[in-house]
């Protein structure tokens, strides 16, 4: 499956972003999927990550309750809103596909990856 990301931008901490991903060259609904992000000189880290259907949805200590992931299958796009955002927020955010039915948060267990969209929070 190949992925697209976009959504990102420059903000003010405190504002609101969301972000998408459309997928293309597979069964949409087959695929658990999530967003990871990566700040300038850190790893890859796990953001938010949702189930084939929808019905389990997993967050970071560092976003929850800031953030909410939802998919819609017919669109085959997933996304990530993003509220009270803070200048640590900052970094490119990269979505994440597998076929499986378990949301994992370590980078190896994802085999497609979209190219990343940049978001920069200012204070």
């Known amino acids: 499956v190949q992925l697209q990301a976009s959504g990102g931008g420059l903000v003010q901490a405190g504002d609101s972003l969301t972000l998408s991903c459309v997928a293309s060259?597979?069964?949409?609904?087959?695929?658990?999927m999530s967003w990871f992000r990566q700040a300038p000189g850190k790893e890859r880290e796990f953001v938010s990550g949702?189930?084939?259907?929808?019905?389990?949805?997993y967050y970071a200590d560092s976003v929850k309750g800031r953030c909410t992931i939802s998919r819609d299958n017919a669109k085959n796009t997933v996304y990530l809103q993003m509220n009270s955002l803070k200048p640590e927020d900052t970094a490119v955010y990269y979505c994440?596909?597998?076929?499986?039915?378990?949301?994992?948060?370590?980078?190896?267990?994802?085999?497609?990856w979209g190219q990343g969209t940049l978001v920069t929070v200012s204070s």
């Open positions: 994440a596909s597998v076929r499986d039915i378990v949301v994992r948060r370590t980078t190896s267990a994802y085999d497609s």
């Open positions: 060259g597979g069964t949409f609904s087959s695929y658990a």
């Open positions: 949702i189930s084939r259907y929808g019905s389990n949805k």
